[in-house]
């Protein structure tokens, strides 16, 4: 492998979903690349139960978990995992699956757009399945737009809809949908830092977080309104809320944010700063960025 691959697989069944799929690790096996399978349960019992004895050889994780945040996947998992071998390395990736939220899929748009400018040069295969069964058509002809290649009944041939990343995922830094009317508002500036602290411990607690989880809200909620006093406007404004389980908090300044990237790439190691978007996206279960000349918003949930 000499180049980065990133292909989308399209089946409607589970033996579509093996024959694409196997053959893909199995390959990368017989090449001695690592290999990753980081795809919904069901996927995985149907690769690890067609791998037979070479599951020992891959390693599993349940994406439904390691990226329900569709911004944590390439920081958290795509590239911790290719950066943990130097050698080239092989991926199946599905985030996006029929369960996925109205909420969350621009940010699964804008995630599968942005793994071609993340491992531009890199040496890597990432195969992305989509179960045509089940996924609304509009939804598989953004997979066209974020893939180079497609990969359907054991056919594989370049996408004539695939388009510049940051085009697309420009396309998809849509305006966040509206707070409820029961939102609390807090204004926030470099004099009332740790006011503002103790306001989002507070509801997280009161909407029954526990104390680790609490303690991971306010360390990003904090990330985020540390920047907005040093890197925008001077200060900005702290919305909270709760959607059942679900701690909701966003911060809205009036800098623009440009770079479609922050928050998606880990600083090289001993670099001092760029770290805090990305621990953001670490730590919460889904986070949604939306900026214009306006200014700039961002909404976390945490569960």
Not at 270 to 284: E, F, H, I
Request: a negative charge; proline letters at 8%.
């Amino acid at each position: 492998m000499v180049h980065f691959v990133h292909e989308a697989l399209f089946y409607r069944d589970p033996g579509q979903y093996v024959a694409g799929t196997v053959p893909f690790v199995l390959d990368g096996l017989a090449a001695g690349e690592p290999v990753l399978v980081a795809v919904p349960p069901t996927g995985i019992d149907l690769i690890r139960g067609e791998l037979g004895s070479r599951a020992a050889d891959v390693e599993f994780l349940d994406m439904t978990r390691g990226g329900r945040n569709p911004g944590r996947i390439i920081p958290g998992v795509l590239t911790e995992f290719a950066d943990s071998h130097p050698t080239p390395v092989r991926i199946v990736g599905e985030p996006i699956w029929a369960g996925r939220s109205a909420t969350e899929y621009p940010a699964c748009v804008q995630h599968e757009a942005l793994i071609n400018t993340a491992f531009d040069g890199r040496r890597a295969a990432i195969l992305c399945p989509y179960d045509t069964a089940e996924l609304a058509p509009d939804v598989l002809k953004d997979a066209e737009r974020t893939h180079p290649v497609l990969v359907e009944g054991g056919r594989r041939a370049p996408s004539e809809r695939y388009d510049d990343p940051l085009r697309t995922a420009t396309d998809f830094n849509v305006p966040l949908p509206d707070p409820p009317s029961s939102a609390r508002t807090h204004r926030f500036d470099a004099s009332n830092m740790t006011e503002t602290r103790g306001l989002i411990a507070a509801h997280a607690l009161a909407a029954g977080l526990g104390e680790d989880k609490a303690d991971d809200l306010v360390l990003a909620v904090n990330e985020l309104t540390t920047n907005s006093v040093v890197h925008a406007t001077g200060g900005g404004e702290l919305l909270l809320w709760r959607e059942g389980a679900t701690v909701v908090c966003e911060v809205r300044d009036g800098g623009a944010l440009d770079d479609l990237m922050v928050g998606r790439l880990k600083p090289p190691p001993n670099t001092r700063g760029g770290y805090g978007v990305v621990m953001v996206n670490l730590l919460c279960d889904l986070v949604r960025i939306h900026s214009d000349a306006a200014g700039t918003a961002i909404r976390v949930h945490l569960a």
